[in-house]
């Protein structure tokens, strides 16, 4: 049976089992998914010694997506400029790496029928998460992009990364009050301590509000959208198992129907 693991460190919390064997059950593919902690300086030895043994692929989690990309010896166009990858694939003795967070994402996205084309969209973070989703969802041929960070050089790095014109910067306080978003998307980590990025409350009014974060129950930056006249409020499960299908996608052939899987976690 063809053998992945997601690899990572803490991983004791990590569903990527649970949702690749769903998927594998949908797909009829016979495959073995196991999750596993990485010491942290033994990462680039743990991958190699999986492939030695015959591994076929790998997820990368925290916090090992910037390592994953040094071990590669080749790269998606996403994946180089993520600067991070979260899928592995070996083939004939090379590592390929690939990045679908951002496919997670704009899927998941699209799935709850928010509008991407022509829309003014706020990203607020500039950390993995923010660079990552930056390609995809240009490729959705937003009128507009503003990334947002509380270190706002962080921002501002982005854009020159990018070069490109949708894209500008800025500090939370310094959004202009006048000009509404559409989607208002959270790749903070601000709601893992309980905290909101410091933005205006009027921003949430009519947006679609996305938080990567997700749990049972709705994360501070939800609560806040809700009680702030969001249209749609939406956690990350989706972006966690829309990433997951794009991996499953690459090393089998076959993208899973992620409606049931995500059905079945909620
Ligand atoms: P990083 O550590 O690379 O970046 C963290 C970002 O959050 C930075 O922009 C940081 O700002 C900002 N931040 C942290 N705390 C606060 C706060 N209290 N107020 C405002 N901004 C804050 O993390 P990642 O980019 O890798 O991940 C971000 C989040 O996205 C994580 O919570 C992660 O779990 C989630 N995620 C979810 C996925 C999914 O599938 N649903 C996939 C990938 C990530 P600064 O630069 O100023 O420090």
Redesign the pocket.
């Known amino acids: 049976m063809d053998q992945y693991r997601v690899f990572g460190n803490p991983i004791k919390q990590s569903r990527s089992p649970s949702i690749h064997h769903a998927f594998a059950l949908q797909t009829q593919q016979l495959i073995n998914y196991q999750s596993e902690l990485v010491e942290l300086d033994q990462f680039e030895k743990t991958i190699r010694q999986f492939m030695q043994t015959g591994g076929k692929g790998a997820n990368i989690t ?1 916090p090992f997506k910037e390592q994953a990309l040094a071990i590669c010896d080749q790269l998606s166009e996403r994946a180089k400029l993520a600067g991070a990858v979260n899928t592995l694939s070996f083939v004939n003795g090379k590592i390929l790496g690939d990045n679908t ?1 951002g496919q ?1 994402l704009v899927q998941d996205l699209l799935n709850h029928n928010v509008q991407l084309k022509q829309s003014r969209i706020l990203l607020l ?6 660079k990552g989703v930056i390609l995809p969802l240009l490729k959705q041929s937003p009128d507009e992009i503003v990334i947002a ?3 706002v050089s ?1 921002a501002d790095d982005l854009v020159k990364q990018f070069n490109r014109q949708q894209l500008s910067s800025c500090a939370f306080n310094d959004l202009d009050n006048n000009k509404p978003f559409d989607v208002i998307i959270n ?7 309980g ?1 909101i ?1 410091a933005i205006a409350k009027e921003f949430a009014a009519g947006a679609y509000c996305y938080d ?3 749990g049972s129950e709705l994360t501070p930056f939800l609560q806040w959208a809700n009680e702030n006249g969001a249209i749609k409020v939406i956690d ?2 989706g ?2 198992v829309g ?1 997951a299908a794009e991996s499953f996608r690459i090393w089998r052939n076959v993208l899973p129907d992620i409606t049931p899987v995500l059905d079945e976690l909620r």
């Not at 973070?125 to 923010?130: E, K, P, Q, T």
């Not at 790749?187 to 301590?193: G, M, W, Y």
Request: no cysteine.
């Open positions: 925290v967070d997670g973070g500039a950390g993995g998460a923010a960070n509380r270190t962080k790749a903070t980590s601000a709601s893992l301590s905290s990025p990567m974060v997700y990350g499960l972006m966690l990433q």
